[in-house]
């Protein structure tokens, strides 16, 4: 995983490793899934595989929800789900609001993935007059005037930025005195906020240049050892494990 400055203690106040509760959105996706299978067990293996996780790694981080599974059977599926989410703060309501409502804004408005994870926006803010009042995803897109109102009248604590990079750490400052204490950030910029605020990064270009580089690798090695003759099993099998990180999973989303 990339490292970068975290505003964190590596261990949470009650104990669960960092590397752990980055891990907690890969089971819960996977158990989701079989949840909506109506699959009432799971072993760790499976979960495991589902999640793109090591198993040993699986029922070490579940030990720290104090979940040990049944031997034979497995752990119970919507327990699970359920323990997780209430783990992740995803049992409670977190209005956010997206700022800059361009391209990509307009596309996370209307990205159902939000509200079902009980991310709800309550808010689309652009500083075009010309977008104000304009609906995008059924909602009206609000000045940037109005932000610290919309931030007090909804009890917002993540804002998710999509401006351009030159306006990101401008609207990151108003967002965070406004009393946002969570930012999600798309602008290709690095942004500097104050203890006690955490960022994370999505940038989908780095991860075009990290696969552009094991394509590049790939290529090479096929050169190298027999004009492309390698059995393809055998190579991916090589790759995917140089992707793994020391957590077992290749996360999209980085620390800033
Ligand atoms: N992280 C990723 O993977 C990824 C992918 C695509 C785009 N991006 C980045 O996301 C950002 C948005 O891209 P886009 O294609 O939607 O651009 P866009 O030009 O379509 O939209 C930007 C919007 O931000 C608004 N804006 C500008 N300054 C503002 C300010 N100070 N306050 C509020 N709103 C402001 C503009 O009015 C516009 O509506 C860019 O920084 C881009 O590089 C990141």
Same mark, same amino acid.
């Given at each position: $995983?990339?490292?970068?400055?975290?505003?964190?203690?590596?261990?949470? =106040?009650?104990?669960?490793?960092?590397?752990?509760v980055a891990r907690?959105?890969?089971?819960?996706?996977?158990? &989701? *899934?079989? =949840?909506?299978? =109506?699959?009432? %067990?799971?072993?760790?293996?499976?979960?495991?595989?589902?999640? +793109?996780?090591n198993?040993?790694?699986?029922?070490?981080?579940?030990?720290?929800?104090?979940?040990?599974? &049944?031997?034979?059977?497995g752990?119970?599926?919507?327990?699970?789900?359920y323990?997780i =989410?209430?783990?992740?703060?995803? &049992?409670?309501?977190?209005?956010?609001?997206?700022?800059?409502?361009? #391209?990509?804004?307009?596309?996370?408005? #209307?990205?159902?993935?939000?509200?079902?994870? +009980?991310?709800?926006?309550a808010?689309?803010?652009?500083?075009?007059?010309? $977008?104000?009042?304009?609906?995008?995803?059924?909602?009206?897109?609000?000045?940037?005037?109005?932000?610290?109102? !919309?931030?007090?009248? #909804?009890?917002?604590s !993540?804002?998710?930025?999509? %401006?351009?990079? +030159?306006?990101?750490?401008?609207?990151c400052?108003?967002?965070?005195? *406004?009393g946002?204490?969570?930012?999600? #950030?798309?602008?290709?910029?690095?942004?500097?906020?104050?203890?006690?605020?955490?960022?994370?990064?999505?940038?989908l270009?780095?991860?075009?240049?990290?696969?552009?580089?094991?394509?590049?690798?790939?290529?090479?090695?096929?050169?190298?050892?027999?004009?492309?003759?390698?059995?393809?099993?055998?190579?991916?099998? %090589?790759?995917?494990?140089d992707?793994?990180?020391?957590? +077992?999973?290749?996360?999209?989303? $980085?620390?800033?």
């Open positions: $995983m990339a490292t970068g400055r975290t505003h964190r203690p590596a261990t949470r =106040s009650r104990g669960i490793p960092e590397a752990t907690l959105p890969l089971y819960l996706r996977a158990l &989701t *899934a079989l =949840s909506e299978r =109506s699959v009432p %067990t799971v072993s760790s293996e499976e979960l495991a595989a589902a999640a +793109g996780v198993s040993a790694k699986l029922r070490k981080d579940f030990s720290y929800l104090g979940s040990y599974g &049944t031997r034979g059977v752990y119970d599926v919507e327990y699970l789900v323990q =989410s209430r783990e992740l703060g995803l &049992t409670q309501d977190w209005p956010v609001v997206i700022v800059g409502i361009g #391209n990509l804004g307009a596309a996370l408005a #209307n990205y159902g993935g939000f509200a079902s994870r +009980g991310f709800r926006v808010a689309l803010i652009d500083a075009d007059p010309a $977008m104000a009042g304009k609906p995008v995803a059924g909602i009206a897109v609000q000045h940037t005037d109005e932000l610290e109102q !919309i931030i007090a009248d #909804n009890g917002v !993540i804002g998710v930025i999509a %401006t351009p990079a +030159g306006a990101a750490q401008q609207v400052d108003r967002l965070v005195a *406004a946002v204490t969570s930012i999600l #950030n798309f602008a290709p910029t690095v942004l500097t906020v104050p203890d006690g605020v955490d960022v994370r990064k999505v940038d270009s780095i991860e075009l240049q990290i696969l552009a580089f094991h394509e590049q690798r790939k290529a090479g090695e096929d050169a190298a050892h027999d004009g492309g003759r390698t059995a393809p099993a055998v190579r991916a099998a %090589t790759v995917a494990a992707r793994k990180g020391p957590d +077992g999973d290749v996360p999209a989303v $980085m620390p800033a």
